[in-house]
């Protein structure tokens, strides 16, 4: 009964029917996993640029968080945000997930943009081809017309283009999935990454032509977009690098030229669609469709505009993506350089952990040195205003002659997806490091991917009182402090932060961190916070091997 009455009531609330774009009979929308602005910038793509010239875009649109492929996927294709259809996570699956769909169909699933052509239109043809098996779970086949699970880029292209060509299908979705691997495997912009970016323009090329050869191209709308951005080796975090992407609309029915300025967001894809070809959405839908774009629409007024970026300031040594500045140093003293890559403004800094004011900060004008462990928070200043986010250094400075305090052991767990029972394993490794960090414990000449790495160190803690402990990692991670459970990190994703708090007393206490990658990019920092411990790394000089 409870089911009934929530079916009854999905259309109920949805906003009055609008007024149809016309000539739009076809729609193919085509998301290429990973493909960045950047990439689109700095690689060849002519036909994402024809695209782009000739019809309405935006290199400002956000994905959800977290910024990884399943709750993006979902949010394209469901109109909606993680917290409406519970898609949280890559480890989400329709029978095993922690935060139900605020509603369900008949299935018991969140509805797509699939579910509303079968019950409006239930004549339309409608397929699904892609290349990553995990986006198939998204949805009810028995809500498309054509389902194909791909092998790679080309055979997934081919499959779209002889579906296109055969059926002329009324909403074709094409998933690619090659731009995410190069980014995983190569890096982010990297020249790999842009080489697979300009294959993924050639990709779209073709199923442009088949359109063509089809006889319906002049009747067609395309989307182009992507589920997020990337940093490094990875994505999932909260760095503008993850979070924009690409929307472009070309076209049928789509203005030429047109720069789009409002705020485009991933669950505006779908509602994108319904409203180029005339379907009410659900009331729990929260996207909506990018009008300005459709001719005879007008761009909408805008009371407020997107903030011009400028660039944070350049703190050296880098120490890598996802972590500050900075690093373990076994020195006397440390230098610190800064950089600003603006050609504008002016970089103040602070040494401890408070944001940068002109009050309390001082103009960086050459390399100083530190001789004891501290933190360092900078940004760019104009017209004696800070103008861009703040970036931070930790810089950990040990005795050169200090053991490193830091136990750690390596395992291979084949098909991890969450971390395991280090008790069935044993170590294909084991040592001592300087901190709690990946980069030591697995060096390049180690297995990388399915493996898990379990930390132990005493950390000495000078004043008693709370404090806060941090995993921020890529997979899962867990904190544990003189055996009791802290901090759960634990599963398949991005990099994401998470957190809890202990009460300590003075001395030392045992800290054990485990962690494990399952593929691709992956990272750990651990930071702590208490009593006059503004948050940050967990300072190695505050590490021993024993109590």
Known sequence: MIMTTGILFLWSCSSKKEQTPKGIEHIIVIGVDGMSPNGIQKASTPTLDTMIQNGSATMHARPVLPSSSSPNWASMVMGADTEQHGVTSNGWEKFDHQLPPVVVTENGTFPTIFTLFKDQQP????????????FGRLFEKEDVDFDIDGDHEDKTTKAAVDYIKKNTPTLTFVHLDHVDHAGHAQGH??????????????????ILDATKEAGIFEKTMFIVSADHGGLGFGHGGESLAEMEIPFILYGAGIKK?????????????????????????PQAWIGRPVKG??????APKLIYGRKEQITTPKILPDAGYFEPAGGVFKADSVAVVMLNPNNVGQIRYTIGNKVPTLENSQVYQDTFYLKQTNIIKAGIFQNDQLVSTVAEGSFRIVSKTKQDPVK??????????????????????????????????????????????????????????????FTNSDDGSKLYVNGIEIVDNDGDHGVMERSGAFELSKGRHLVRIEFFNGGGGYHLDVKYSGPDTPKQIIPANQLYREK
């Open 189 to 206: 912009g990297t020249p790999d990454y842009y080489k697979s970016v300009e294959k993924a323009d050639a990709l779209i090329a073709k």
């Open 257 to 281: 030229g047109y720069k789009i300025e409002e705020t485009v967001y991933q669950y505006d894809n779908a509602p994108t669609v319904a409203y180029a070809m005339g379907l009410q959405t």
């Open 408 to 469: 750690f052991w390596v395992y291979q767990v084949n098909g991890i997806k969450k971390l395991p029972d280090f008790a069935d394993f044993n170590p294909i490794l084991e040592g001592f490091v300087t901190d709690f960090s990946h980069k030591q414990a697995l060096s390049e000449a180690m297995p990388q991917e399915q493996v898990a790495v379990a930390f132990e160190s005493y950390l000495e803690v000078q004043e008693a009182g709370k404090y806060t402990f």
């Open 293 to 298: 774009a459709f001719t005879g629409n007008e």
């Open 123 to 134: 004549e339309a043809h409608v397929g699904a081809i892609y290349d990553w098996d995990g």
